[in-house]
């Protein structure tokens, strides 16, 4: 199975767990050996590549702000793209402009995905037992594109990803090891930085800046 495969796998999962009127989201940025993977939860109808009219790429945070904010602020996102992000509405963004974007995210060396593909009309909390069943399929993903660190962002996605009760207040820029196929990896939980984790931010941008000078 390769990355290609995998999006059927998702699609698949849409039907059973995400609303029916959108598609999945998958993932985007660099996929030959990131500097980082960044694991958000899952995406919401917000993402404009989540209508079914869309026929660019299904990347995740297409025709938002608040998280490109964080990346242009982590030194992950060149100035002129910020800008046009923060100027345009959500469904102005173009084809092109994401292809754009997402290709600023490579030259960066990373990787964006969500733990949970299956996109929902609001930001409505997920059990576990949905975002269990696309662990396989994230593992299979970090697998792939072989990232030098993964940051996981929140309580409930850091928690089942590394199978332990994770509180972040508690462990910032505590490192995680991982086996997956017989590999390990790095880990990080950051807390979350948009919605209703907008308030810490800070925090994020912070331990993000902290991981990535960790990693040079």
């Known amino acids: 199975m390769n990355l290609e495969q995998l999006k059927q796998e998702y699609d698949k999962l849409q039907n059973k767990y995400g609303d029916k009127e959108l598609d999945s989201i998958n993932f985007g ?8 993977c960044f ?9 404009i590549a989540s209508s079914k009219e869309w026929k660019g790429l299904k990347s995740p945070w297409i025709g938002t702000k608040n998280i490109w904010t964080l990346f242009h602020d982590v030194d992950l996102l060149d100035d002129d793209i910020y ?3 923060r ?9 092109d402009f994401a292809i754009e974007v997402y290709e600023n995210v490579k030259k960066h060396k990373y990787f964006i995905t969500n733990l949970g593909k299956c996109t929902q009309v609001d930001a409505r909390v997920l059990p576990d037992k949905v975002f269990k069943e696309y662990l396989h399929l994230l593992e299979k993903e970090i697998k792939f594109v072989n990232p030098k660190v993964i940051i996981l962002f929140g309580n409930q996605v850091s928690s089942i990803v590394l199978d332990k009760k994770i ?3 508690l462990c910032r820029k505590e490192k995680f090891i991982k086996n997956i196929d017989n590999k390990d990896f790095e880990f990080y939980s950051v807390y979350y930085p948009v919605g209703n984790g907008r308030f810490n931010i800070d925090k994020s941008i912070e331990d993000i800046k902290w991981i990535l000078n960790s990693i040079k």
């Open 39 to 47: 694991v958000f939860m899952n995406p919401t109808r917000r993402n």
């Open 29 to 36: 940025g660099c996929t030959d050996n990131p500097d980082v």
């Open 167 to 169: 509180s972040v207040s």
């Open 83 to 85: 800008q046009k992000i």
């Open 87 to 95: 100027s345009i509405k959500g469904n102005e963004w173009t084809y």
